[in-house]
């Protein structure tokens, strides 16, 4: 058995969240630590591969017995996610797109002029008690980026594990946070909406409703 099924949501942005981008060319004056935008619209994003990093990384974290590399996850992860074991290369089953943001129209109606704001931060030397300032750009509080996800279903006895492994990942990161620098408060994240539709062969429609319970029962808050 064959087929496709999009995950689609909400990823909402609960504080400012700082996912960096390049500073290589910033001119002088610029802020020290931009995030990532998209070439295009010059609009935050949320790189698929930083979603799909840190739900693994949290996954790891509560399935792992003890600190291995990506390869030699649990099972349950390595299923979901992908390996490449020498002589046991698993194709990740999951793929995450990058996400642009969503709603730049409801934040420009609510008075905003940019869809990013710029923290300023002070670390300063204990001995010295010299200030070192810095300046980290966010995505701001309320931004919304657009949840897109295909799980490529290939055992169908497999399949609702592997939704459940899903949910527990995006469970644990709305209890986390997304991003950098979250130990002070940046990158809190909600998922909502969530929805399962098959988009490629045929699903029994029960296991679909039941895939729809799962992760919208393990976000809810």
Request: proline share 2%; charged share 25%.
């Amino acid at each position: 058995m064959y087929a496709k099924i999009r995950i689609s949501g909400d990823l909402i942005v609960k504080t400012g969240m700082h996912i960096g981008g390049s500073g290589a060319f910033a001119a002088i004056g610029a802020v020290d630590s931009p995030v990532v935008k998209d070439i295009r619209t010059n609009l935050p994003m949320v790189p698929g591969s930083s979603l799909k990093g840190k739900m693994r990384s949290l996954l790891a974290k509560e399935f792992n017995e003890q600190i291995v590399e990506p390869d030699y996850d649990n099972e349950k992860i390595t299923r979901l996610f992908g390996a490449a074991q020498k002589n046991h290369v698993r194709r990740s089953r999951i793929l995450f797109s990058d996400m642009v943001l969503a709603n730049e129209g409801e934040l420009r109606n609510a008075g905003l002029q940019s869809m990013t704001e710029v923290k300023f931060e002070n670390s300063i030397s204990r001995a010295t008690a010299v200030a070192n300032p810095r300046q980290i750009e966010r995505a701001v509080s309320g931004s919304v980026f657009e949840l897109d996800l295909i799980y490529e279903l290939e055992n169908e006895h497999e399949f609702l594990e592997d939704m459940e492994t899903l949910a527990e990942g995006m469970k644990l990161l709305q209890y986390d946070y997304l991003g950098g620098n979250g130990s002070r408060g940046y990158g809190k994240v909600e998922f909502q909406n969530i929805m399962a539709e098959t988009v490629v062969g045929t699903v029994d429609e029960s296991f679909i409703d039941k895939c729809n319970q799962i992760l919208n029962q393990a976000v809810e808050m």
